[in-house]
Structure formats: structure tokens, C-alpha cells
């Protein structure tokens, strides 16, 4: 059964750091950070894949910085100079590939991050 457990979420004031943690039942292809806020659909915050290759959304970059433990099956996120809108549930994102064409992606329950002004 697949199993992405994430954690680190909270409450902080703007400027502040977190770190998100996210670990996974096994070891997949690619690995990764999206957020949602109510009314907004689930955007891309960073992933890491084939353990090499790094892509981050535009608004986080050289704020954000994704890395990735192999040998724990774990992604983080760590989150600095935060602004209030990063403020959203953040879910952990592992996706699987088969084949070129078959990718099967799979999605944690999401821990919530708030950013005060």
C-alpha cells in the first residue's frame, strides 16, 4: 500500500522558516511539494527527479529548497523567507513510471502551512 506521510507544517509569522518532511512506503521516480489554497488548484511548489533534476515554481525560487534522502525514502522542503502567500496545504506528491507513456502518481493527505503577516 502506498504511503506518503508528510509533517512540519504550522504556523509562523512572515519571514520565518519551515521545514517539511514527507516520507514515502518505498522509492519512486519523482517526488515533490505541491500547495492549495480554497478556491485555487493544487500548484506545482518544487520536485526532485531521478534524484538528480530539481524544478521549483517560479514564486519560491531561492526561497525554497527541495531535497531528497534515498536511503529513507523522505523529501523535504525547506521553506525560508516565507510570505503570507505561501500560506496553503502543502501535499507531499510521488510518481511512479512504468513506462515513457504510464506514470502513476500518488498524493499524501497534506499538512497545513500558515504565514502571518
Known amino acids: 500500500q502506498v504511503q506518503l506521510v508528510e509533517s512540519g507544517g504550522g504556523l509562523v509569522q512572515a519571514g520565518g522558516s519551515l521545514t517539511l518532511s514527507c516520507v514515502a512506503s518505498k522509492s519512486y521516480d519523482v517526488m515533490g511539494w505541491y500547495r492549495q489554497v480554497p478556491g485555487k488548484q493544487r500548484e506545482l511548489v518544487a520536485t526532485?527527479?531521478?534524484?538528480?533534476?530539481?524544478n521549483y515554481a517560479d514564486s519560491v525560487k531561492d526561497r525554497f529548497t527541495i531535497s531528497r534522502d534515498n536511503g529513507k525514502n523522505t523529501v523535504y522542503l525547506q521553506m525560508n523567507s516565507l510570505k503570507p502567500e505561501d500560506t496553503g496545504v502543502y501535499f507531499c506528491?510521488?510518481?511512479?513510471?512504468?513506462?515513457?507513456?504510464?506514470?502513476?502518481?500518488?498524493w499524501g493527505l497534506g499538512t497545513q502551512v500558515t504565514v502571518s503577516s
Open positions: 506528491y510521488a510518481a511512479e513510471y512504468f513506462n515513457i507513456r504510464v506514470r502513476r502518481d500518488y
Open positions: 526532485f527527479t531521478s534524484g538528480v533534476r530539481t
